[in-house]
Nanobody, 114 residues
Framework: QVQLVESGGGLVQPGGSLRLSCAAS????????MAWYRQAPGKQREGVAS???????NYADSVKGRFAISRDNAKNTVYLQMNSLKPEDTAVYYC????????WGQGTQVTVSS
């Protein structure tokens, strides 16, 4: 059974940066398209960024130009570099495959506030 563990969140001021990590175990993720999702209080979970097995990336309009998704298949890990953070980026961030059909991890809280 695949297990996803997100880390790297925290409290950051507007304009700051964070780098999130998603470590997978129980399955080799290199052949899968992976994605980062986020859920803010009272809102539905939404896709933020995705990356194919070949490294092609796609971003939600709200984060385009500020976030960058990457993967290290040797480490079975997916990353999300977040720059120029805004208060509206505050959410719990999760990773999963693009079909969202693996068990969700606990997520990592990102809070952007002065």
């Amino acid at each position: 059974q695949v297990q996803l563990v997100e880390s790297g969140g925290g409290l950051v001021q507007p304009g700051g940066s964070l780098r999130l990590s998603c470590a997978a175990s129980g399955k080799t993720i290199s052949i899968y398209s992976m994605a980062w999702y986020r859920q803010a209080p009272g809102k539905q979970r939404e896709g933020v960024a995705s990356i194919t097995s070949g490294g092609y990336t796609n971003y939600a309009d709200s984060v385009k130009g500020r976030f960058a998704i990457s993967r290290d298949n040797a480490k079975n890990t997916v990353y999300l570099q977040m720059n120029s953070l805004k208060p509206e980026d505050t959410a719990v961030y999760y990773c999963n495959n693009l079909l969202r059909d693996w068990p969700w991890g606990q997520g990592t809280q990102v809070t952007v506030s002065s």
